[in-house]
């Protein structure tokens, strides 16, 4: 198993890295956490985990190890596969997902796209029991929000768009998205932060 990986970030695009190790240059399917701490031409650290399907050899990558324990034991549920692992962890951060599983919040799990109700209900009932306790059951999450990481002012429009778009949006509702949170990007151009207060708005539209 690879378990992380360091090296110059070559590239970066909207879900995606690409990691220079060593001369090879390794593309990471990223969290919206794990990429908002990555610069090209900077050196960069992700957690990975590998997944080996008989076609494929796709490398995922993670903020941190919590992120990576968390994407493992999403897919330990019937129909969650690694996108859709994935995809959870671009709307919620692992304690949001603890704390719905341990609650029973199955509207926070069908803002996730490609998570409908009775999805959501077959995720909470399969993972009931296996996962960690949240850090906090009252008031507002730690982690709920990641760390500001600031990204040039009018960059962040283009990722978030991008991002919705890979998530499963249409072009138009992603850009629709990105307007309705605008406003937010005043005081932080955080993409992650940008990102999951647009999958908010678009889950309530």
Do not use: Y
Request: with cysteine.
């Amino acid at each position: 198993m690879i378990a992380f990986l360091t090296g110059r970030v070559a590239a970066r695009g909207a879900g995606s890295a690409v990691i220079d190790v060593g001369g090879v240059g390794m593309s990471v399917q990223c969290t919206p956490a794990a990429l908002s701490a990555l610069r090209v031409g900077e050196e960069g650290t992700v957690s990975t985990s590998l997944v080996v399907r008989e076609d494929s050899m796709t490398l995922f990558g993670f903020c941190d190890d919590d992120e990576r324990h968390m994407f493992e034991q999403l897919q330990t549920a019937s129909g969650v596969g690694p996108r859709l692992a994935l995809s959870m962890l671009a709307a919620h951060t692992p304690d949001g997902l603890r704390q719905a599983v341990a609650t029973e919040d199955t509207a926070a799990l069908t803002r996730v796209p490609g998570i409908g109700k009775k999805g959501a209900q077959r995720i909470v009932l399969e993972l009931r029991g296996k996962l960690e306790a949240p850090v906090a059951t009252d008031g507002a999450l730690p982690g709920t929000e990641a760390p500001e990481s600031p990204t040039p002012d009018g960059a962040w429009r283009g990722q978030v768009v991008s991002g919705l778009i890979n998530l499963g949006w249409s072009a138009k509702d992603a850009e629709q998205a990105a307007t309705a949170v605008a406003a937010e990007a005043e005081e932080t151009t955080d993409v992650t932060v940008l990102l999951r207060s647009a999958l908010r708005k678009l889950s309530r539209a």
